[in-house]
């Protein structure tokens, strides 16, 4: 039997060594900004500039979400006295070349994605149900909502399991499924486990994570959920009531450009 592995709420000494970075990090105030950008060209800041946008782009092919920590060690590295004003001038180029936001999901760990801004922005979503893996990542986000926003993990692959997705058997399209959903979903921030206290064998439920709260429109949920059942989606009246007064995401996020003056 294969090691059940940690849920994500738990710390490894990796991931506590990286926060151990970023706390090391002091964002330079505004003053200290204007004078490192006194030292350096316009053609220095523009390259580093230019670093960052494509460090950002290869995480974003596989949907990895990027950490303060990672980005200063790696990228900005002595550059660090202007952290603000390369991540404001990264913030524009996705936007105005890109049709990309940059977006804070955790303020308090300070990690970025990028969001489309141009789907966000008509309440659509920037998942695309059509692609295999994310038609998968529809369902359980699905069924997550219709259970109001938890959902044991036994009743996620029964689910599957009626759609002829067996999370013991390799899928053709999907590969490991258990591990494309606990691992794969899960380091993406699209899902979140969590352990349920004092149960044997162990039990979690599963959660909406932060990308998905910043990319997911509910009334895309319900859209999907009517294509999958052929059912009209307000016949789900009270979640469509909730999917139509709110802003069309689980939760609102941070810009990049919002929170960097209190991102210490």
Known sequence: MTQRKKPVNSRS??????????????????????????KLTAAQVDQKTAEVVQYFLVKDQKKIPVRRADLVKHVVKEYRNIYPEIIKRAACTFEQVFGLKLVVIDPKNHIYILVNNLETAEGASPINPSNPKMGLLFVILS????????????????????????????????????????????????????????TEPVEHTVQWGKRAEAEVSKAKILDFMGQLYGQDPQSWSQHYREAHSSTGTGTSSSSAQASTSSQR
Not at 13 to 38: A, I, M, N, Y
Not at 144 to 149: L, R, T
Not at 154 to 170: A, F, N, Q, S, Y
């Open 13 to 38: 000494s990796t991931q506590s060594r990286e926060d151990d970075d970023d706390t090391t990090f002091t964002l330079p105030s505004t003053s200290q900004v204007h004078r490192g950008l006194e």
């Open 143 to 198: 069924v997550i909502y219709m259970k109001g926003g938890h959902a044991r993990e036994t009743l996620i692959w029964h689910t599957l399991k009626k759609l002829r997705v067996d999370p013991g058997e390799k899928h053709k399209d999907f590969g490991d499924v258990k591990k494309l959903v606990t691992d794969e979903f899960v380091r993406q921030r699209y899902l979140e486990f969590l352990r349920i206290p004092h």
